[in-house]
């Protein structure tokens, strides 16, 4: 597969570094870096954030930690909703989240009154503007499960750091309403984040079967294609989603990994900067593609730039050495 790709001196080594490795990650299939921290010595506050129907959100949201004596904190959330500030110290704080267009402002007080060692969890759902009128679009994925098999779904949610955990609720879950959609994409989710991908392929297909119009088990379905290899496959899979999820910064990521590894470059550039442009720094492996993509047009400057700045943001990746070593080659030849 690399050899159709390879076009130039030095170039195998480059993509072969770059390029086949593909991690498990995605937008609701975990991974992401650790939530950012605050950096205030002490405690820490912790929590997860959702939509108010248990849905879990599949973009970052900003969450802000306000304290009248030290100003605010900035944190994201991570690809399942978590956030977390350490090193608290004791006071009173707001936990605010108020820049989500979609989502009525949220705040709740939160004390630290022990200092290091406590650690307040929040379990927050934010409430959709006008949600009577608007919360349909999610609660209709919803409207014919049983309350006991939506409460197992909530708590698979909860415990989504977990993936075992999860999956034991979402199978009681799933034993509840055999036809719950959500719930089966959300134990494929869980089970390629544990790297079993037969398993991981046959939740995501229950669940497209169940709902073929929807985009997230879709989108979920495309990301494990990539991961699995599949790549013409997963090209259609995702491309299709994107036309309803056009903000899952991991939808496109993945759909420029794919497109590059088959030597589409210029339309795996594309992809690959609009995840830059929606993930940010959490959009890292896109620097490293773009970098690959780059050196192979010959240019150089470019391509060490992107090469620099993934090092910059993952500079513990697995790959960093190899990258690191790529870049001295590189700058003497």
Same mark, same amino acid.
């Given at each position: 597969?690399?050899?159709? %790709?390879?076009?130039?001196?030095?170039?195998?080594?480059?993509?072969?570094?770059?390029?086949?490795?593909?991690?498990?990650?995605?937008?609701?299939?975990?991974?992401?870096?650790?939530?950012?921290?605050? $950096?205030?010595?002490?405690? $820490?506050?912790?929590?997860?954030?959702?939509?108010?129907?248990?849905?879990?959100? @599949?973009?970052?949201?900003?969450?802000?930690?306000?304290?009248?004596?030290?100003?605010?904190?900035?944190?994201?959330?991570?690809?399942?909703?978590?956030?977390?500030?350490? $090193?608290?110290?004791?006071?009173?704080?707001?936990?605010? %989240?108020?820049?989500?267009?979609?989502?009525?402002?949220?705040?709740?007080?939160?004390?630290?009154?022990?200092?290091?060692?406590? @650690?307040?969890?929040?379990?927050?759902?934010?409430?959709?503007?006008?949600?009577?009128?608007?919360?349909?679009? #999610?609660?209709?994925?919803?409207?014919?499960?049983?309350?006991?098999?939506?409460? #197992?779904?909530?708590?698979?949610?909860?415990?989504?750091?977990?993936?075992?955990?999860?999956?034991?609720?979402?199978?009681?879950?799933?034993?509840?309403?055999?036809?719950?959609?959500?719930?089966?994409?959300?134990?494929?989710?869980?089970?390629?984040?544990?790297?079993?991908?037969?398993?991981?392929?046959?939740?995501?297909?229950?669940?497209?079967?169940?709902?073929?119009?929807?985009?997230?088990?879709?989108?979920?379905?495309?990301?494990?294609?990539?991961?699995? $290899?599949?790549?013409?496959?997963?090209?259609?899979?995702?491309?299709?989603?994107?036309?309803?999820?056009?903000? @899952?910064?991991?939808?496109?990521?993945?759909?420029?990994?794919?497109?590059?590894?088959?030597?589409?470059?210029?339309?795996?550039?594309?992809?690959?900067?609009?995840?830059?442009?929606?993930?940010?720094?959490?959009?890292?492996?896109?620097?490293? #593609?773009?970098?690959?993509?780059?050196?192979?047009?010959?240019?150089?400057?470019?391509?060490?730039?992107?090469?620099?700045?993934?090092?910059?943001?993952?500079?513990?990746?697995?790959?960093?050495?190899?990258?690191?070593?790529?870049?001295?080659?590189?700058?003497?030849?």
């Amino acid at each position: 597969m690399l050899n159709r %790709i390879v076009v130039g001196p030095g170039l195998s080594f480059v993509l072969f570094l770059l390029l086949v490795v593909v991690r498990v990650s995605a937008q609701s299939i975990a991974g992401g870096p650790i939530p950012g921290n605050a $950096g205030l010595g002490g405690g $820490g506050i912790s929590g997860m954030v959702t939509a108010s129907t248990g849905l879990r959100l @599949s973009r970052h949201i900003t969450v802000r930690l306000r304290s009248t004596d030290r100003g605010d904190r900035v944190t994201t959330t991570d690809d399942k909703g978590n956030f977390a500030f350490t $090193g608290v110290p004791r006071g009173d704080y707001v936990v605010i %989240i108020d820049k989500e267009q979609e989502f009525e402002p949220y705040s709740e007080n939160v004390s630290i009154r022990m200092g290091a060692g406590e @650690s307040p969890y929040l379990n927050i759902r934010l409430r959709l503007k006008g949600e009577a009128k608007s919360a349909g679009v #999610f609660n209709a994925e919803l409207a014919n499960v049983p309350a006991r098999a939506v409460a #197992f779904y909530n708590k698979a949610q909860e415990q989504a750091a977990n993936p075992k955990a999860a999956i034991e609720q979402l199978q009681k879950a799933i034993a509840e309403y055999s036809n719950f959609m959500l719930a089966y994409n959300e134990l494929g989710v869980q089970y390629l984040r544990l790297g079993d991908l037969n398993k991981a392929d046959e939740s995501l297909s229950k669940a497209m079967k169940l709902a073929p119009d929807s985009a997230t088990p879709l989108l979920n379905h495309g990301i494990l294609l990539t991961v699995m $290899g599949k790549l013409p496959l997963a090209v259609t899979e995702l491309q299709t989603a994107l036309k309803q999820k056009d903000q @899952s910064a991991n939808g496109h990521l993945y759909l420029g990994e794919a497109l590059a590894i088959l030597g589409h470059f210029a339309e795996a550039e594309t992809q690959l900067t609009r995840a830059i442009e929606l993930g940010g720094e959490e959009a890292k492996d896109a620097h490293r #593609f773009l970098g690959g993509i780059y050196l192979q047009r010959g240019e150089r400057e470019k391509a060490l730039a992107e090469f620099e700045t993934y090092l910059k943001l993952a500079p513990k990746a697995k790959d960093a050495d190899n990258i690191r070593e790529m870049i001295r080659r590189s700058k003497n030849p």
